[in-house]
């Protein structure tokens, strides 16, 4: 019983961190907030729903594999946000900033 209100808990904070993520895909200004909106938020996220699947699991070989699953996607998700990151500095876009431009000549 306590198991089962631990996991549903893990879930839905794993769920409400996706939720915010998404929000932040579409009130950040420019890629780079957006990108590490995401990042962050989903990666967390997942972290917290793949905590609630092994707490479902219990101790099996499937925990086993939520826990691969989890340090993958650690290693794999800086690396990807990093990546677009990269590309869209090196496309020309430029990080947002709150201070006005300089007019265009």
């Given at each position: 019983?306590?198991?089962?209100?631990?996991?549903w808990?893990?879930?839905?904070?794993?769920?409400?961190?996706?939720?915010?993520?998404?929000?932040?895909?579409?009130?950040?200004?420019?890629?780079?907030?957006?990108?590490?909106?995401?990042?962050?938020a989903?990666?967390a996220?997942?972290?917290?729903?793949?905590?609630?699947?092994?707490?479902?699991?219990?101790?099996?070989?499937?925990?086993?594999?939520?826990?691969?699953?989890?340090?993958?996607?650690?290693?794999?998700?800086?690396?990807?946000?990093?990546?677009?990151?990269?590309?869209?500095l090196?496309?020309?876009?430029?990080?947002?900033?709150?201070?006005?431009?300089?007019?265009?000549?």
């Open positions: 019983m306590i198991v089962d209100i631990l996991s808990i893990s879930i839905g904070i794993g769920a409400a961190f996706i939720l915010v993520g998404g929000l932040g895909l579409i009130r950040m200004p420019d890629v780079f907030t957006r990108v590490h909106a995401a990042s962050v989903d990666t996220g997942a972290g917290f729903i793949l905590l609630g699947f092994m707490f479902q699991a219990g101790l099996s070989l499937t925990t086993l594999k939520l826990v691969l699953i989890f340090v993958f996607l650690v290693f794999t998700a800086p690396t990807a946000s990093h990546a677009l990151a990269r590309a869209a090196l496309g020309g876009l430029v990080p947002w900033s709150r201070k006005p431009r300089d007019p265009a000549p």
